[in-house]
Antibody, heavy 121, light 107 residues
Framework: QVQLVQSGAEVKKPGASVKVSCEASGYTFTTFYIHWVRQAPGQGLEWLAMINPTGGSTTYAQRFQGRVTVTRDTSASTVYMALSSLRSADTAVYYC??????????????WGQGTRVTVSS | DIQMTQSPSSLSAFVGDRVTITCQASQDISNCLNWYQQKPGKAPKLLIY???NLETGVPSRFSGSGSGTDFTFTISSLRPEDIGTYYC?????????FGQGTRLEIK
């Protein structure tokens, strides 16, 4: 069965960076885009970025351009999301989710369990 | 970015009631609209894709309709396990965007 398993919770100070991993299993890793979506406490869902695991091409939400970097390791079937210059507003649960084999066809059936990132001095 | 306006933001209904949530897109998105259910502390769960298609394993009391800019999500007969927050999401254009959510409670 398809599984996305994320790394554990992180606590960071303002200005620091965080890197969250998402290991995929149960399907051919290079077939489907992986997206990152976050949810601040008590808030809605916000899309950050996506990666094509085949070639590694990425697309980022404009408001995160320059702060977010998504990479992948095909040998480990793992995608990484790094967010830099953290501020308190970045405190959220970060989810990886599998899209389709078409970039724009972002229907999210499979989700990771979420990684809580807390930014606090 | 396409804005998704979802209403109401919260609602309370009795078990057995028919519940309706609406979602309006800021531009024509054809049928590129999904609906998710989220329970506290859990990842969202896909219920409806392509505006009206029921995801495998999802009870038939859930349904979706609409195209263009106006969409509706319906629970035909509310059950206690349906409590949670519901989100619409468009994928006609990047970036994918979500409605602000509807929190559903039982009276």
């Amino acid at each position: 069965q398809v599984q996305l398993v994320q790394s554990g919770a992180e606590v960071k100070k303002p200005g620091a960076s965080v890197k969250v991993s998402c290991e995929a299993s149960g399907y051919t890793f290079t077939t489907f885009y992986i997206h990152w979506v976050r949810q601040a406490p008590g808030q809605g869902l916000e899309w950050l970025a996506m990666i094509n695991p085949t070639g590694g091409s990425t697309t980022y939400a404009q408001r995160f351009q320059g702060r977010v970097t998504v990479t992948r390791d095909t040998s480990a079937s793992t995608v990484y999301m790094a967010l830099s210059s953290l501020r308190s507003a970045d405190t959220a649960v970060y989810y990886c989710t599998r899209g389709s084999n078409i970039a724009v066809a972002a229907t999210f059936k499979y989700w990771g369990q979420g990684t809580r990132v807390t930014v606090s001095s | 970015d396409i804005q998704m306006t979802q209403s109401p933001s919260s609602l309370s209904a009795f078990v057995g009631d028919r519940v309706t949530i609406t979602c309006q897109a800021s531009q024509d998105i054809s049928n590129c609209l999904n609906w998710y259910q989220q329970k506290p502390g859990k990842a969202p769960k896909l219920l409806i894709y392509d505006a009206s298609n029921l995801e495998t394993g999802v009870p038939s009391r859930f349904s979706g309709s609409g195209s263009g800019t106006d969409f509706t999500f319906t629970i035909s007969s509310l059950r206690p396990e349906d409590i949670g927050t519901y989100y619409c999401q468009q994928y006609d254009n990047l970036p994918p965007t979500f409605g602000q959510g509807t929190r559903l409670e039982i009276k």
